[in-house]
């Protein structure tokens, strides 16, 4: 298999990838909608990730569960504008499982099924594109 062909297929299957776990957390949050325990957390911190050279922060949030054990969630959307520290937010997570706590605010919730989604599209399209147009080429 030559080197553009594993290219082609890397980049389709990388955006099935995103695709997928977008179809997970589509799943979780309505579980979450459906079975979760809201409670409210606060922002306590932004923590900061580089990627190369570019920098992002993410609220982190300190909740309690009902069991009264103290946990924090760290956001998977970058910015935090909208989420100073000291902001109160909602919070949902699954009974027994805080670990998959998500802040319960719509926007969130939309960037978080939106953001794989919307990459997942663009690199499986990518990547068909890049198939056929490879393999007019191959036949002339």
Known sequence: MDAIVSGQIVTVLLGLTAIGFAVWEIA??????????????????????????????????????????????????SGTR????????????????????????GSRRWGEVAIPTLFGMAFTAAGILWMVSSAGVRHH
């Open 82 to 105: 909208k989420l100073p520290i000291g902001r109160q937010v909602p919070m949902v997570y699954l009974p027994g499982a805080p670990t998959k706590a998500r802040i319960d605010i």
């Open 28 to 77: 979780l949050q309505r579980r979450l909608r459906r079975e979760g325990i809201r409670v409210k957390g606060v922002v306590v911190r932004h923590a900061v990730s580089t990627s190369g050279e570019a920098r992002s922060r993410h609220a982190v949030v300190s909740f309690v569960d009902a069991d009264g054990v103290p946990h924090e969630y760290r956001s998977t959307l």
